[in-house]
Structure formats: C-alpha cells, structure tokens
C-alpha cells in the first residue's frame, strides 16, 4: 500500500514516513499545498495524511481540487484544529476521515485500516488472480493455501500487478507506485525484484499457470 504525506512540519512528516515504513507501507512526503497536490493528482495513492494548514494550498483546497477532479483516493486530514465547525469543513471539503494532533500514531494505524476497508474504485481488502490472493489489511499473501512470505518491495510489486490485472506496465509504472519519487533506482532493479517475486509466486507452482509475463518491449503483466 502507498500513502502520501503532506505536512510542512518536516519533523513530524519525517517521523511518520518512518513509522509508516516499518509497518511496510510505502510513503512519499509533500512539504507544501503546492507539491502535496501535484503528488496527490500525477501519482498513485493508496491513502493521503492530509494536513490542513499548509503553505501555498491548504488542506481544504487541495481536498476539493483533487474531488473535483474525480480523484477518489480516501483522504485523513491532519490538523492542529479540533472545533467542530473544522471537521465540518474538512468532510464537507472531501476528507474521508479527521484527526486531530497530538494523535497515537496507533490511533493513526487503526484509521488507516479502516480507511482501507472502505469500498473505493481502486482500494480493495483481498486482491486476487486465479488462486492467488493478497490481503491489504493484513498484509497476507496465499497462493492456493500456501502462505508466501514477502519482502515489503516484493509485496508492494504484487499488490501494483493485482490492482492494474491484465494490463501491460512499464518500468517507469512500477517505480512510481513501489519506491518513493525520490529514490534513486538502479537500471537492473525492477528485473531483480521480478525474478525474485517470480521465484515465490510461480516457480514453486509449476503445474499452476505462470503468472507474470514479460512483454517484450513494453514491461510486464500479472495474468492467469
């Protein structure tokens, strides 16, 4: 699962990324309106943490715009704010969820979750193809009842295969969903990660269907 952050407040944006990561999310941070909104409107975004105050486009705006713009990704606004008048105007804006700080970062992991529970065109709990099946919430991958064990990349890769099935994506795809904007991928990378996602998914089920398939030219595809 990917999550934004926008927080001009560079110590807790940096502190949230981290935690974030440890529990095998892949985050991107925005320090403004402005970049948080270019982000949130080019990328691909399981969740955005929202903050409300920002510099050069706040919360609200960004909310609206992004809606306006047929963006549906679940949005949890942070906010110093706490008045009721606020929350107000953080839902009816677009936000799916508010919290106030100081929050538990446990409290936030809990609203996290429940955002991924709810319906949305592109968030789903379990993903599947043929007898292969991702669990976003629990973080859960089977193929038939043999559970796999992944790497937060290699488990990020398959849940982008399973949300874009049957379509072709390129190298440029990937990185942009499994690695931060701001990592500096090495050229033979995505083809590691493949083969190693290949070595767990597929060569062990040699009498099942291979999943993953190279288009030459092009990039990959997860298919049965």
Request: with cysteine.
């Amino acid at each position: 699962m990917k999550i934004l952050v926008v927080e001009d407040e560079h110590l807790i944006a940096n502190s949230l990324k981290k935690g974030l990561e440890q529990e095998n999310y892949t985050v991107d941070l925005a320090f403004d309106g402005l970049k948080g909104f270019d982000l949130a409107s080019t990328g691909e975004y399981d969740i955005i943490l929202l903050d409300l105050m920002l510099p050069g486009l706040d919360g609200l705006s960004i909310c609206q715009k992004l809606r306006a713009c047929n963006n549906h990704t679940p949005i949890l606004m942070l906010t110093a704010k706490s008045q009721l008048e606020d929350k107000i105007k953080g839902l009816n804006s677009g936000a799916d969820d508010y919290l106030t700080k100081p929050f538990a970062f446990e409290e936030l992991l809990a609203r996290i979750r429940s955002l991924s529970r709810r319906p949305q065109k592109t968030n789903g709990f379990v993903l599947s193809v043929g007898d292969l099946y991702l669990d976003t919430l629990n973080f859960v991958v089977k193929r038939g009842d043999k559970e796999i064990q992944l790497s937060s990349k290699e488990y990020s890769l398959l849940e982008f295969f399973l949300r874009h099935l049957n379509q072709v994506v390129t190298k440029d795809q990937i990185i942009q969903y499994v690695w931060s904007y701001e990592s500096d991928i090495l050229p033979n990378t995505i083809e590691v990660y493949i083969r190693n996602l290949r070595k767990k998914i597929d060569l062990p089920f040699k009498d099942k269907p291979q999943l993953i398939k190279t288009i030459r030219g092009f990039g990959y595809k997860l298919s049965k």
